[in-house]
C-alpha cells in the first residue's frame, strides 16, 4: 500500500515554551524532546498545557518565548498550513455534511490534489483505519469509534511528518477506547510516525508510549520509560500521579527514614523535602506488606477484590491510611476490623514533605 510517512521520521523539540492568556500561565517554559518514530505521551492533570503544547507544534498557537524545532529546524513561526503536522482532536471534528471519504480527501483538497488522487488515497486510508465500506457514510451514521477512525485518517492524508492526537479516545466508551488504543499503536509502529498522544489517563499512557512526559502546571516534571517512571518517579508529583501511592509518616535519620519500625535507604531525594525531618515515604501497594496479628497495631479498614489480588485499605496507629495489594489467597483472613502489621520491603523509598 502506498500509504506512507516520510523516509526518516522527524525529531521534535520544545524549547522553553512560554504563553500566557491573561492571567493564566498556560505553559511556564516547557522542554521536551520526542525522539524519531516514538510515541511520546503528554500526561498531566486538567489545564496542565498539554492541548496548548500540542496546538503550538501544530501551528495554530504561538508561544510568547522559547521554540518549537522539526529536525532542528526551527518552526516556531512558520504557519500551520505549512507545518508538517496532521492533528486528532478530542471531540469528534469531522465535518457533518461531508461523508467519510470527503471527510479524508478534505486535506488534499486543499493541499490541490487531483480529484483522482485525492479519492484513491482517501479510500487507502479509509482501509487503513479498518473502514472501508464505510466510505459513502455520514458522521451522524458512524459510532464514536469510527468517527475517531476517519479522523486519524485524514489526520494521516497528507502523510505528516508528526501525528498529534490530543486525547482522541476521551469520549469513547470503555471497550471502544482499548481497542482503538491497540489500533493506533500498531499502526503507528507500522508507520513509524513521530506521535504526540495527549491523555489524562496514565494507563492508556503507560500502555502505549515509548515515553511518557508528564506535565504539570506548564512544566515537565519528568519524561521516562512507563516502567521507569512507575518504578523511579523523579517527584513526588509524578510518584502520585502514575499509579497509586500511599503515605506513611517517617523520619529522616543519617543514611534513610524511619518508617513502621523499619530503617530504609531514600531512593534519592525528592526536591521538596525540606530541612525538617519529618517526611512521608512514598509507597506502591504491592510494596506494602500486611499480616494478621493479633498484637498488631493496624486494622484493616476495607478490601476490594481485583482478581488475581486483593486490595486492602489499612489504618496505622497514627490514624493514616495506607493501601497494600497482596494475593487474593493471602487475604483471606483479612477482613474488616482485622488487627494487623504493616511492613515494607528492604528496598530505597521515596520521601516527601509531609503534607498533614
Ligand atoms: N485560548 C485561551 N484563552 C484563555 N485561556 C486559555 C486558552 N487556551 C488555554 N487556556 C488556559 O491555559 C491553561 C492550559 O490549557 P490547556 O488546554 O493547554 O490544558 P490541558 O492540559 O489540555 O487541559 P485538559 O486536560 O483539561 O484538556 C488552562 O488554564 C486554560 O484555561
Ligand atoms: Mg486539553
Redesign the pocket.
Given at each position: 500500500m502506498t500509504v506512507t510517512t516520510p523516509d526518516t521520521a522527524a525529531t521534535v523539540e520544545f524549547r522553553g515554551l512560554r504563553?500566557e492568556?491573561?492571567p493564566?500561565v498556560?505553559?511556564d517554559g516547557l522542554d521536551l524532546t520526542a525522539r524519531p518514530g516514538e510515541l511520546l505521551a503528554l500526561l498531566?492533570?486538567?489545564?496542565?498545557?498539554?492541548?496548548?503544547?500540542l496546538?503550538m507544534l501544530a501551528g495554530f498557537?504561538h508561544p510568547d518565548s522559547g521554540e518549537v524545532l522539526v529536525d532542528g529546524e526551527d518552526v516556531t513561526r512558520v504557519p500551520a498550513h505549512r507545518r508538517d503536522a496532521g492533528m486528532v482532536f478530542?471531540s469528534y471534528s469531522l465535518f457533518p455534511h461531508l461523508d467519510a471519504l470527503d471527510n479524508v480527501a478534505f486535506g488534499l483538497r486543499m493541499r490541490k490534489v487531483r480529484t483522482a488522487g485525492r479519492r484513491t488515497r482517501a479510500a487507502e486510508l479509509l482501509e487503513l483505519v479498518g473502514l472501508a465500506d464505510k466510505g459513502r457514510s455520514f458522521p451522524h451514521q458512524l459510532s464514536g469509534g469510527q468517527q475517531q477512525r476517519v479522523a486519524l485518517a485524514r489526520a494521516l492524508a497528507l502523510r505528516p511528518r508528526v501525528l498529534l492526537l490530543?486525547?482522541p479516545l476521551s469520549a469513547l466508551d470503555a471497550k471502544v477506547r482499548l481497542t482503538l488504543r491497540e489500533e493506533i499503536r500498531r499502526l503507528q509502529q507500522e508507520l513509524g510516525i513521530t506521535t504526540l498522544f495527549?491523555t489524562?489517563d496514565q494507563e492508556e499512557a503507560l500502555s502505549m508510549a515509548d515515553q511518557v512526559a508528564v506535565?504539570h502546571a506548564?512544566r515537565l516534571e519528568q519524561c521516562a520509560a512507563p516502567a521507569e517512571l512507575y518504578g523511579r518517579p523523579a517527584t513526588a508529583f509524578v510518584a502520585e500521579f502514575v499509579g497509586t501511592m500511599s503515605r506513611i509518616p517517617g523520619r529522616l535519620v543519617e543514611g534513610g527514614v524511619e518508617v513502621l519500625g523499619q530503617r530504609l535507604p531514600i531512593d534519592g531525594q525528592a526536591p521538596e523535602v525540606s530541612a525538617t525531618s519529618e517526611v512521608d515515604v512514598l509507597v506502591r501497594p504491592e510494596a506494602v506488606g500486611v499480616r494478621a496479628e493479633d498484637a498488631g497495631s493496624a486494622r484493616v479498614v476495607a478490601t476490594a477484590f481485583l482478581g488475581a489480588a486483593v486490595r486492602v485499605t489499612v489504618r496505622l496507629a497514627d490514624g493514616t491510611e495506607a493501601k497494600a495489594d497482596l494475593p487474593t489467597h493471602e487475604a483471606a483472613a483479612l477482613v474488616a476490623g482485622a488487627a494487623v502489621s504493616v511492613s515494607l520491603p528492604q528496598r530505597p523509598v521515596l520521601v516527601a514533605e509531609r503534607t498533614r
Open positions: 504563553r492568556f491573561g493564566t498556560a505553559l498531566g492533570p486538567s489545564g496542565c498545557g498539554k492541548t496548548t503544547a496546538r498557537e478530542q490530543d486525547e495527549v489524562h506535565m506548564g
